[in-house]
């Protein structure tokens, strides 16, 4: 189920390219719906940084998926991911902080979020990285359906 949904919405993203027939542009930083999001990922790194995952975590489409060097993940593997390798107990390794972020939307509810993150702090050493995230729009809110961090 979840690698199909998540292959569907790849080839419906490819198609968008491939035809043309997508009007796909890094939108304007104070665009409200660019606002929502990077605000919404500003959040939630400054409530990791308190030792709350959960704001990162309701970013998360309850069907999203997270692609890891074995496969495709579901919601309960990235929380695990998250607290395995990123927290000792309920504190942060090291601290996090979102920079870069574009938006780029496919439509009226689908959405590219693309980035960098750095984890910094605790006297270990300052790692970067990029992310790109399928986002999707429910309701009012904009959440997580596919998550490639590297």
Same mark, same amino acid.
């Given at each position: ?33 660019v606002i929502e999001i990077t605000s919404a990922m ?5 409530e990791w940084n308190k030792g709350n995952l959960q ?16 496969? !495709?993940?579901?919601? @309960? ?6 607290? $395995?390798? *990123?927290? +000792? ?6 601290? !996090?902080?979102?920079? @870069? ?6 439509? $009226?509810? *689908?959405? +590219? ?22 986002? +999707? ?14």
């Open positions: 189920m979840i690698k199909s949904l998540f292959y569907t919405t790849v080839l419906a993203l490819c198609l968008f390219f491939i035809t043309g027939k997508s009007n796909a542009q890094t939108a304007p930083d104070n665009d409200p719906r500003n959040n939630s790194a400054l704001p990162l975590m309701d970013m998360y489409d309850a069907s999203a998926t997270m692609s890891m060097p074995n496969g !495709l993940v579901g919601l @309960d593997s990235i929380r695990a991911v998250y607290e $395995k390798y *990123y927290f +000792i107990g309920k504190m942060p390794k090291q601290n !996090l902080r979102y920079t @870069d972020m574009k938006v780029r939307f496919l439509g $009226k509810d *689908y959405a +590219i979020f693309t980035g960098g993150f750095t984890l910094y702090g605790h006297n270990l050493p300052e790692r970067s990285g990029r992310y790109s995230l399928v986002m +999707i729009r429910k309701g009012k809110t904009w959440k997580i359906l596919h998550d490639h961090s590297g």
